[in-house]
């Protein structure tokens, strides 16, 4: 199984960039479906990014052209490169893996799934202030 580390997470002010960075261990990360997810105090979980072990990279609607997520399979890593950030970007950011496409589509879009994820980094605090 694998394990997930998340790093990279700070304050900043709104416009500004961070970068996240999941460390994974136990395993290649190229063989798990992967995504970034976000939670934000008194809301649900919801998905921001995720790779698919068939490369395809999805995005929700609220980071589209702002977040960029990569993989440097070098360094068994998953990124997640955050531009433009906003103050509704304030959240602590989650890794998670499994190795289901399914489960991890579906989490990405319905929130109430996230928990059917098999593993999750234990997150990265980022605050945006305006």
């Known amino acids: 199984q694998v394990q997930l580390v998340e790093s990279g997470g700070g304050s900043v002010q709104a416009g500004g960039s961070l970068r996240l960075s999941c460390a994974a261990s136990?395993?290649?990360?190229?063989?798990?479906?992967m995504g970034w997810f976000r939670q934000a105090p008194g809301r649900d979980r919801e998905g921001v990014a995720s790779i698919m072990t068939d490369g395809t990279i999805r995005y929700a609607d609220s980071v589209k052209g702002r977040f960029t997520l990569s993989q440097d399979v070098s360094k068994n890593t998953l990124n997640l490169q955050m531009n433009s950030l906003q103050p509704e970007d304030n959240a602590m950011y989650y890794c998670a893996a499994d190795r289901s496409p399914f489960k991890l589509r579906l989490a990405s879009q319905i929130a109430t799934m996230t928990g059917r994820l098999d593993y999750w980094g234990q997150g990265a605090q980022v605050t945006v202030s305006s």
């Open positions: 136990g395993d290649t990360i190229t063989a798990y479906n």
